[in-house]
T-cell receptor, first 114, second 116 residues
Framework: AQSVTQLGSHVSVSEGALVLLRCNYS??????LFWYVQYPNQGLQLLLK??????LVKGINGFEAEFKKSETSFHLTKPSAHMSDAAEYFC????????????FGKGITLSVRP | EAEVAQSPRYKITEKSQAVAFWCDPI?????LYWYRQILGQGPELLVQ????????DSQLPKDRFSAERLKGVDSTLKIQPAELGDSAMYLC??????????????FGPGTRLTVL
């Protein structure tokens, strides 16, 4: 069984401030981990993914995430928030087996204040 | 860049009516997924196809939902009859099958269903 926990439903930061969105996972086998972003009334866009290569993963739009096995975490960060980063962010986990299921967290809404 | 296409983007229907959603995956993607996303929650898998075969439909409410992918390309998800609790965003995604490229799912824009 696998699951993802995204604590809190809303994060608000000032433009230019650090963005930190937390994700903890549970998986009985080595996982693949993903962060997706969703803008209002749109589908999900892949930000970045961890697939057992480098533990620090760089994605699009300046985002990065670090896989920490000891903490079962995959937190998403961006050094300086931009107004266009305001959206909903989903962490997801899947096992490495063929046809394994992608399990999403509940999502975190990021607001960026001018 | 190739995208997953979905239609309609928005659908309003009355309860007990039938609705259908269409998805056209990225060319070459053998695996196709239908998800339901209730407002304020993450997507949940309804059904997964490998070519024209269903791989996982364990979370599909089969008394009212059906899905098909007859030629292993585009797919249709149907609800009959619709219930108030079916109001949600229905997302389609696709991916390669097998190999390193199979780990990433690409999502369409979704169909927002409102049942009155």
């Amino acid at each position: 069984a696998q699951s993802v926990t995204q604590l809190g439903s809303h994060v608000s930061v000032s433009e230019g401030a650090l963005v930190l969105l937390r994700c903890n996972y549970s998986s009985s086998v080595p996982p693949y981990l993903f962060w997706y972003v969703q803008y209002p009334n749109q589908g999900l866009q892949l930000l970045l993914k961890y697939t057992s290569a480098a533990t620090l993963v760089k994605g699009i739009n300046g985002f990065e995430a670090e896989f920490k096995k000891s903490e079962t975490s995959f937190h998403l960060t961006k050094p300086s928030a931009h107004m266009s980063d305001a959206a909903e962010y989903f962490c997801a986990v899947r096992s490495t087996g063929a046809n394994s299921k992608l399990t999403f967290g509940k999502g975190i809404t990021l607001s960026v204040r001018p | 860049e190739a995208e997953v296409a979905q239609s309609p983007r928005y659908k309003i229907t009355e309860k007990s009516q039938a609705v259908a959603f269409w998805c056209d995956p990225i060319s070459g993607h053998a695996t196709l997924y239908w998800y339901r996303q209730i407002l304020g929650q993450g997507p949940e898998l309804l059904v997964q196809f490998q070519d024209e075969s269903v791989v996982d439909d364990s979370q599909l409410p089969k008394d009212r939902f059906s899905a098909e992918r007859l030629k292993g390309v585009d797919s249709t998800l149907k609800i009959q009859p619709a219930e108030l609790g079916d109001s949600a965003m229905y997302l389609c995604a696709s991916s390669f099958s097998g190999g390193l490229r199979s780990d990433t799912q690409y999502f369409g824009p979704g169909t927002r269903l409102t049942v009155l």
